[in-house]
């Protein structure tokens, strides 16, 4: 069974640029999780998708949404990107929601400039 | 303040050496995860433990439970270079809306 993707791999945005970031998840999981890894403040929770539903959300600011399609991908967007969000992104999917076992895919590189 | 503390920072050890490392939190869980993450790659989920004292074993890897479910440990034998890598301890908030991580414990064992 094929694991969690994510695309791109990497990616070089300009301060002020929006960017869309894309996962697909495990084939039978419906739930899609989505975390913000960077040196600092090390691995943060972003939002979980449910059924096209977002079911939690973490502690940060509204230039960061998602949203889940009926296949189950899910698409990560940040508008106005500023230099602090260069990081990892990472996608995470499992079969239902809010349960332990969670599968990670490789991430997303994005650097702001 | 930060929900689930890890310990050590970070490790560097020789091959064949014993270690533990530890998470901890003030805070308690009905589950913990541990998780393990290589460069340039995704966590890895290890274990869950649920049960208070519960005791799991993978391979050379043991995890437990504290009692009390606010803590937990992770004891390698007889480390190997495949070990080296960031071990990371997670959880749900006690609210069930926030999935946290604790910071880490970077291992790398030299052989």
């Known amino acids: 069974k094929a694991g969690v993707t994510q695309t791109p791999r990497y990616l070089i945005k300009t301060r002020g640029q929006q960017v869309t970031l894309s996962c697909s998840p495990i084939s039978g999981h419906r739930s899609v999780s989505w975390y913000q890894q960077t040196p600092g403040q090390g691995l943060q929770f972003l939002f979980e998708?449910?059924?096209?539903?977002?079911?939690n959300k973490g502690n940060f600011p509204g230039r960061f949404s998602g949203r889940q399609f009926s296949n189950s991908r899910s698409e990560m967007n940040v508008s106005t990107l500023e230099l602090g969000d260069s990081a990892l992104y990472l996608c995470?999917?499992?079969?239902?929601?809010?349960?332990?076992?969670?599968?990670f895919g490789p991430g997303t590189r994005l650097t702001v400039t | 303040t930060q929900l689930l503390e890890q310990s050590p920072q970070f490790l560097s050890i020789q091959e064949g050496e014993n270690l533990t490392v530890y998470c901890n939190s003030s805070?308690?869980?009905?589950?913990l995860q541990w998780y393990r993450q290589e460069p340039g790659e995704g966590p890895v989920l290890l274990v869950t433990?649920?049960?208070?004292?519960e005791v799991k074993k993978l391979k050379r890897l043991t995890f437990q439970f504290g009692d009390a479910r606010k803590d937990s440990s992770l004891h390698i034998t007889a480390a190997q270079p495949g070990d080296t890598g960031l071990y990371l301890c997670?959880?749900?908030?006690?609210?069930?809306?926030?999935?946290?991580f604790g910071p880490g414990t970077r291992l790398s064992v030299l052989p």
């Open positions: 433990v649920v049960t208070g004292g």
């Open positions: 805070s308690v869980f009905s589950s």
């Open positions: 998708y449910f059924s096209e539903t977002q079911r």
């Open positions: 995470a999917s499992s079969l239902e929601a809010g349960v332990n076992e969670q599968y």
């Open positions: 997670a959880a749900w908030d006690n609210y069930g809306q926030n999935f946290v």
